[in-house]
């Protein structure tokens, strides 16, 4: 008897087109698109320079993080605990940390600013449904 894997439904930030993969799964390629699509949460530690950073998990920014990127896009949400610099879209929550330092715009459902954070500039909007894929999280 073959034992299933438990799925869940992404979407692929190239083509927007949703499809289910292993829950267990890190990468995949897109059956719409054949582009690579990031499945798992980006955890940053240290210094990250990038012009894209994208996944359809969540994007973790450490204490001792830092991110600079043109755009960040993240479906399950962003945790902002170091410093982020970039444009932001969201399928997910956005929290910025007490020692989090932001820079940037954000478009995301809901967005958390402990206190103590530095928001430096940017413009914040928080839609209905980010990406289309606000029911995706009830899948994950």
Not at 63 to 68: A, D, E, N
Not at 101 to 120: M, N, Q
Not at 129 to 134: A, K, M, S, T
Request: proline letters at 4%; hydrophobic letters at 35%.
């Amino acid at each position: 008897m073959a034992r299933q894997t438990a799925q869940k439904t992404v979407q692929c930030y190239h083509c927007r087109q949703r499809f289910n993969v292993s829950s267990r799964a890190m990468s995949t390629s897109c059956p719409h698109c054949h582009k690579p699509v990031i499945v798992q949460d980006v955890i940053v530690k240290g210094l990250k320079t990038t012009q894209k950073l994208q996944t359809c998990g969540r994007v973790i920014i450490k204490s001792r993080g830092r991110v600079m990127a043109g755009k960040i896009e993240a479906h399950g949400g962003i945790e902002v605990l170091g410093a982020l610099s970039g444009n932001v879209v969201s399928g997910g929550p956005v929290v910025i940390g007490p020692k989090g330092r932001w820079k940037g715009d954000c478009r995301a459902p809901t967005l958390e600013v402990k206190l103590g954070a530095r928001i430096e500039s940017g413009f914040f909007e928080i839609p209905t449904d980010c990406l289309g894929v606000g029911d995706l999280n009830d899948n994950g």
